[in-house]
């Protein structure tokens, strides 16, 4: 099994700027989770999703959007890239209850913008 | 809102050291917790969970962690940490369909 799986591991970005990060599970988990994670800071949720259709805002949406059309895939897209964005993402996806919570990350993906 | 605190923000030990960092959780009512390792480079890994029953609950790598109900808190220990342990952990909180992350505690193992 390849887990969940993000692309692209890498990216520079010009503010202002649009790009999508890619997030696809193989695992046939029904949640799904877009986090942030900046030095000194842990992690951030930005957004998630407890089934194909359903999407629900986190601790950090702004500046972002995300939608779920199937079970497997859960995009980020960010539509006006700032310097705040700079970080490392990280899709994560999980079984519902009632082992929620036990969540399996994808490699992350580190985004620069200048 | 629930929130997850985890008040060591670096800690340094020797090799065979005994290792114990804190975490202490805001939440009303009943919680799933969990602890993360994030080893140099890679991403996140489940270390140990607590959901139900016996307060103390054993992970990976020879981890432990005490749910204490009355002080909000699941405290991480390692009887005695190896340079491989080196790494960053992070204390959760799963409540509402959400995991919430204290800010970690970077654990260095000097050899």
């Known amino acids: 099994n390849a887990g969940v799986t993000q692309t692209p591991k890498f990216r520079i970005l010009k503010i202002g700027q649009s790009m999508t990060l890619q997030c696809t599970q193989d695992?046939?988990?029904?949640?799904m989770y877009w986090y942030r994670q900046d030095p000194g800071m842990g992690l951030k949720l930005i957004y998630y999703?407890?089934?194909?259709?359903?999407?629900d805002k986190g601790e950090v949406p702004n500046g972002y959007n995300v939608s779920r059309s199937t079970t497997e895939d859960f995009p980020l897209r960010l539509e006006l890239a700032a310097p705040s964005q700079t970080s490392v993402y990280f899709c994560?996806?999980?079984?519902?209850?009632?082992?929620?919570?036990?969540?399996?990350f994808g490699e992350g993906s580190r985004l620069t913008v200048l | 809102a629930q929130s997850v605190s985890q008040h060591n923000h670096h800690v340094i030990l020797s090799e065979a050291a005994s290792l114990e960092l804190g975490c202490n959780y805001s939440?009303?009512?009943?919680?799933?917790l969990f602890w993360y390792v994030q080893y140099p480079g890679q991403h996140l890994q489940l270390l140990l969970k607590?959901?139900?029953?016996?307060?103390l609950v054993k992970g990976i790598k020879g981890f432990e962690a005490e749910f204490i109900k009355s002080k909000f808190s699941f405290n991480l220990r390692k009887p005695s940490v190896q340079w491989s342990d080196t790494a960053e952990y992070f204390c959760?909180?799963?409540?509402?369909?959400?995991?919430?992350f204290g800010g970690g505690t970077r654990l260095m193992v000097k050899p």
């Open positions: 994560a996806s999980s079984y519902s209850s009632p082992t929620a919570g036990e969540l399996f």
């Open positions: 939440y009303g009512g009943t919680v799933n």
């Open positions: 999703s407890v089934g194909a259709g359903i999407t």
């Open positions: 607590y959901f139900s029953g016996d307060p």
């Open positions: 959760a909180l799963y409540a509402g369909n959400m995991l919430t």
């Open positions: 695992m046939n988990h029904n949640y």
